[in-house]
């Protein structure tokens, strides 16, 4: 595993490579990243499944999410660190890296910052970011490429 973006939890019993570019990054600050995170705001890296290579045993929880549909949450077996996130309300193959395990986290930089209703105050967000109340407008933060990857990747219904 040399590519940039690959990653582990905290014991390194599980390992990822993401062999694809991203198709975003963004910095959640919803009440359920907060909690799940035991912190301010979480950094997902949205990316396709099928360039999502892991390996090391993980449990799934399922987590609540603002839209109802609720999310699945991967984690260490032996460490409990939540690797990657699966939320339902996407209709197709794609998954959040908790970029935090990242083993370079600087590879990758939120590119809007999402339900900033609930930013803890003493969070300042940079100015040159695009910022939501609520969820994002892909139209305004994803590049085309990546809006054109998304629309074309099979339905999971
Ligand atoms: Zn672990
Ligand atoms: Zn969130």
Known sequence: ???????KCACGNVRYE????????????CSDCQRTTGSA???????CEEDFQITGETRMGIGPTGSGAGCELHSC?????????????????????????LENPDAVAPQAHIFTSRKLPWV????????FAEGVDRSQVWSQESIERYESLPSID
């Open 1 to 7: 595993m040399t590519s940039e973006l690959s990653g």
């Open 18 to 29: 993401i062999r694809s570019e991203p198709l975003v990054t963004q910095a959640c600050h």
């Open 41 to 47: 705001f979480v950094i997902h890296t949205i990316v």
């Open 77 to 101: 077996v032996s460490c409990g660190v939540i690797v990657w996130v699966r939320y339902r309300y996407h209709k197709v193959p794609v998954i959040a890296v908790r970029a935090g395990t």
């Open 124 to 131: 300042s967000l940079p100015a040159d970011v695009p910022s």
